[in-house]
């Protein structure tokens, strides 16, 4: 297949087309000017210039592709602008979603986040769950905005959609919330821990890509959802985990929870004010969050796309020892 993909520079885009470098099918990435993309040419991909924002350079490099990996979005808790949340994860992707159908692709892979299930009553959540009543954060809000739109066009224009969702992923290379928690810990950059008894369900970012390329390949899963991730820990039990890996003792201080809330609410004003990302992370979307937890089952990903899930020690441990390379 020739494939178009979004999002190829980012974290979980870059695992992506290594996964597709191993494969028979070719390549073809929309970047931004501004993006780095050696990795991506030593991939032998075929870049395009432009963004999801702009849908003629969507349209332009999407023209001839047989399938859509939509890997862009926005994942943060922060933006001095809030509206750029808005601006990538729902109008991106409606602008990517319509130009799909234009150019008349097999399939489209559109990679969420299981954020946007909020906490459903049923514990844990599966893909078929209904929605809780909160998304938590800008993030999983916009997120969520964008996967109605891709849904309505697969109920009324018959876009050939399967959405992925991926749960808490770990990895080598990240450099969001998740890696920048884990550098603090071990560069000993947090004074307190935080909502140490909320369980989350956690994946390597490999696994992710590996579902993604494969609900791109399967047939006769048009319409279908796979939620990503299977390995469920508190964020207590993944602070004892990172300590062991990297021999690095813990604070000794751990906040009660209104107090986290109170300090959330004090240090992203501050950020608001001087447009610079919240001391430690504290900022108040992701304490809402970080709260809230998600436990989800993975499964379906397991039964239907062959996958096995890799231990997250081991997402952890590569994790830790790229944030320790010079």
Same mark, same amino acid.
């Given at each position: 297949?020739?494939?178009?993909?979004?999002?190829?520079?980012?974290?979980? !885009?870059?695992?992506?087309?290594? /996964?597709?470098?191993?494969?028979?099918?070719?390549?073809?990435?929309?970047?931004?000017?501004?993006?780095?993309?050696?990795?991506?040419?030593?991939?032998?991909?075929?870049?395009?210039?432009?963004?999801?924002?702009?849908?003629?350079?969507?349209?332009?490099?999407?023209? +001839?592709?047989?399938?859509?990996?939509?890997?862009? +979005?926005?994942?943060?808790?922060?933006?001095?602008?809030?509206?750029?949340?808005?601006?990538?994860?729902?109008?991106?992707? /409606?602008?990517?979603?319509?130009?799909?159908?234009?150019?008349?692709?097999?399939?489209?892979?559109?990679?969420?986040?299981?954020?946007?299930?909020?906490?459903?009553?049923?514990?844990?959540?599966?893909?078929?769950?209904?929605?809780?009543?909160? /998304?938590?954060?800008?993030?999983?809000?916009?997120?969520?905005?964008?996967?109605?739109?891709?849904?309505?066009?697969?109920?009324?224009?018959?876009?050939?959609?399967?959405?992925?969702?991926?749960?808490?992923?770990? +990895?080598?290379?990240?450099?969001?919330?998740?890696?920048?928690?884990?550098?603090?810990?071990?560069?000993?950059?947090?004074?307190?821990?935080?909502?140490? !008894?909320?369980?989350?369900?956690?994946?390597?970012?490999?696994?992710?890509?590996?579902?993604?390329?494969?609900?791109?390949?399967?047939?006769?899963?048009?319409?279908?959802?796979?939620?990503?991730?299977?390995?469920?820990?508190?964020?207590?039990? !993944?602070?004892?985990?990172?300590?062991?890996?990297?021999?690095?003792?813990?604070?000794?201080?751990?906040?009660?929870?209104?107090?986290?809330?109170?300090?959330?609410?004090?240090?992203?004003?501050?950020?608001?004010?001087?447009?610079?990302?919240?001391?430690?992370?504290?900022?108040?979307?992701?304490?809402?969050?970080? /709260?809230? +937890?998600?436990?989800?089952?993975?499964?379906?990903?397991?039964?239907?796309?062959?996958?096995?899930?890799?231990?997250?020690?081991?997402?952890?441990?590569?994790?830790?020892?790229?944030?320790?390379?010079?």
């Amino acid at each position: 297949m020739k494939i178009f993909i979004t999002g190829a520079t980012g974290f979980i !885009g870059r695992h992506v087309a290594k /996964r597709l470098a191993q494969t028979e099918h070719q390549m073809r990435c929309l970047v931004r000017e501004t993006s780095d993309v050696n990795e991506l040419k030593k991939l032998g991909a075929t870049l395009v210039t432009g963004d999801v924002v702009d849908k003629s350079s969507v349209l332009e490099g999407m023209k +001839g592709c047989d399938a859509v990996l939509n890997v862009a +979005g926005l994942y943060s808790f922060w933006e001095p602008k809030r509206q750029v949340f808005a601006e990538v994860n729902i109008t991106g992707a /409606r602008n990517v979603m319509e130009c799909a159908l234009e150019t008349g692709v097999d399939k489209v892979v559109h990679v969420s986040t299981a954020g946007v299930y909020g906490k459903p009553a049923e514990q844990p959540f599966t893909e078929e769950s209904h929605v809780g009543p909160d /998304r938590f954060c800008e993030y999983f809000r916009t997120k969520y905005e964008g996967d109605l739109i891709a849904w309505n066009l697969y109920q009324t224009k018959g876009l050939p959609l399967v959405m992925v969702y991926p749960g808490a992923v770990l +990895g080598s290379g990240d450099p969001k919330a998740s890696g920048q928690y884990i550098g603090n810990l071990i560069h000993r950059r947090l004074p307190a821990t935080v909502f140490e !008894g909320r369980p989350f369900t956690f994946v390597h970012v490999r696994d992710v890509a590996e579902i993604i390329v494969r609900a791109a390949e399967k047939e006769n899963n048009i319409g279908e959802k796979y939620l990503a991730g299977n390995h469920r820990m508190t964020w207590g039990q !993944g602070n004892e985990m990172i300590s062991e890996i990297s021999g690095v003792a813990l604070p000794k201080l751990s906040l009660p929870g209104p107090l986290v809330m109170m300090n959330a609410a004090l240090l992203t004003l501050i950020a608001n004010i001087i447009k610079k990302p919240p001391l430690w992370g504290m900022a108040t979307d992701q304490m809402r969050v970080m /709260r809230a +937890g998600y436990v989800f089952d993975g499964s379906k990903a397991e039964k239907e796309l062959g996958i096995t899930y890799t231990p997250i020690r081991v997402a952890l441990e590569e994790a830790i020892a790229s944030l320790r390379e010079p």
